[in-house]
């Protein structure tokens, strides 16, 4: 393992080569000031996470979240990360962990047969876009119907996403956001990002016929970068919101991401159920390798 305040690398939600959603992970941030932490995440471009003792009863560790401009609640795929990397080094043995953030207490799971890291995000909240709003965001995505045909949702696990349903992938992919434009848009809806989708093509031999599959991307408010490779967060909202009023019943979702970018990304989600069949909203999960770049 890293010594105390040094940097690993890793990729997670990993699809393909060259793919997934970059973390600069510090295993040990004992001692690391907030503005030690801003710069790690300023100096790397991407999103940051940091490994801490706990602060409250009944967590094991606690993980603190940085992007190039500010602190994060949460992250889904540098919790997911820090996590599988903290196996891989033998800092993490048992079958679960209660992770502290700033956004609350997340459950993880350690998947052996998989070889892989869950973890769980509470039931989505959600509530549909007005006109206007719509009008607004088809302005900042160029959308030629001022939005009209699109139904758009904010959306909210941890962090409120606002999805933007589009026809088809091909109508995704060209997307060319006005990003000058996005932080006060985001504003102005309450919203943290952008998060247009769209289902797969149903020929899509890839596709396991268990699990729907969706393609996304991810234009975040003022996080540094203007597009994301995958958003955990996100991808856990979207399922809440197609899942609507059965969580519990509802199919795995595949959030393919990054691929307008050049990073192939996959996140997995699956619903969470209690013992006596309450829905408790979502577990999420991808691949993670240790990064080449």
Sequence with gaps: MPARGRVALIDVFVRGPGGGNPVPLVADAQGMSETDMQQVAA???????????????????????????????????????????????????????RVETLSGIVTARWDDAARRVWISQPPVQA?????????????????????????????????????????????????????????????????????????????????????????????PRSSGYPEDAATGIAAAALWGHLAGDSPGVAPVLAVRQGETMGRPSEIVVAPRVAADGTAQGCWLSGVVRWSQS
């Design 43 to 97: 100096g790397h471009g991407h999103e940051s996470a940091f490994v801490l003792p706990p602060s409250v009863d009944g967590a094991d560790l606690r993980l603190r979240f940085f992007v190039p401009r500010h602190e994060m609640e949460m992250c889904g795929h540098a919790t997911v990360g820090a996590l599988w990397a903290l196996r891989q080094w033998g800092r993490w043995t048992t079958p679960a962990a």
């Design 127 to 219: 509530s549909a876009l007005d006109a206007a709003q719509r009008r607004a965001v088809a302005a900042v995505l160029g959308l030629p119907d001022d939005g009209a045909r699109h139904a758009m949702t904010n959306a909210c696990t941890s962090r409120v996403k606002t999805l933007v349903a589009m026809p088809d992938v091909a109508s995704l992919s060209a997307l060319q956001p006005d990003f000058t434009r996005m932080p006060a848009l985001c504003d102005a809806i309450g919203s943290t990002g952008l998060y247009p989708y769209a289902d797969a093509a149903t020929e899509d031999p890839a596709v396991n016929p268990a699990t729907r599959a969706v393609h996304a991307r991810q234009f």
